[in-house]
C-alpha cells in the first residue's frame, strides 16, 4: 500500500505561480515514474509531468516551458513548479506513482489537490 500527501494547491491570478509537492510512503519499488496528472475538458486524468527514478522527466506540450518537475528520489518527493498559470490550468491535479517489478507495473494514486487561476 502506498500513501501519499500533496499539498501545494489553492487559488492564484494568471500569471502567477503554485509549486505542488507530493510525498509517497509505504512499500514501494526503487525502480518507479512519479508524476502529476489532471483531468481537463477530457475527463479523464491526462499526464501534466512526470518524472522517473533516474530523473528523467516528461511534459504535456501545453505546459513545456511553464512546468518544471522535480524530485528528490531517496524520499519519493516530487515537485512540479508550475509558473506562469492560465485559466485553461485549473483543475485537480493527481499525484501519480508507478512502480516496476519483473511482471510489470502498479498504478497508485493520490485523492488530488485543487489548483484555480482565476482574477
Known amino acids: 500500500q502506498v500513501k501519499f500527501v500533496e499539498s501545494g494547491g489553492g487559488l492564484v491570478q494568471p500569471g502567477g505561480s503554485l509549486r505542488l509537492s507530493c510525498l509517497a510512503s509505504?512499500?514501494?519499488?526503487?525502480?518507479?515514474?512519479m508524476g502529476w496528472y489532471r483531468r481537463g475538458a477530457g475527463r479523464q486524468r491526462a499526464l501534466v509531468a512526470e518524472?522517473?527514478?533516474?530523473?528523467?522527466?516528461n511534459y504535456a506540450d501545453s505546459v513545456k516551458g511553464r512546468f518544471t518537475i522535480s524530485g528528490e528520489v531517496a524520499k519519493n518527493t516530487v515537485f512540479l513548479q508550475m509558473n506562469s498559470l492560465q485559466h485553461e490550468d485549473t483543475d485537480i491535479y493527481y499525484c501519480?506513482?508507478?512502480?516496476?517489478?519483473?511482471?510489470?507495473?502498479?498504478?497508485?494514486w493520490g485523492q488530488g489537490t485543487q489548483v484555480t487561476v482565476d482574477s
Open positions: 509505504g512499500s514501494m519499488r526503487t525502480n518507479y515514474t
Open positions: 501519480k506513482r508507478r512502480d516496476y517489478s519483473p511482471f510489470g507495473w502498479f498504478d497508485y
Open positions: 518524472i522517473t527514478s533516474e530523473s528523467k522527466s
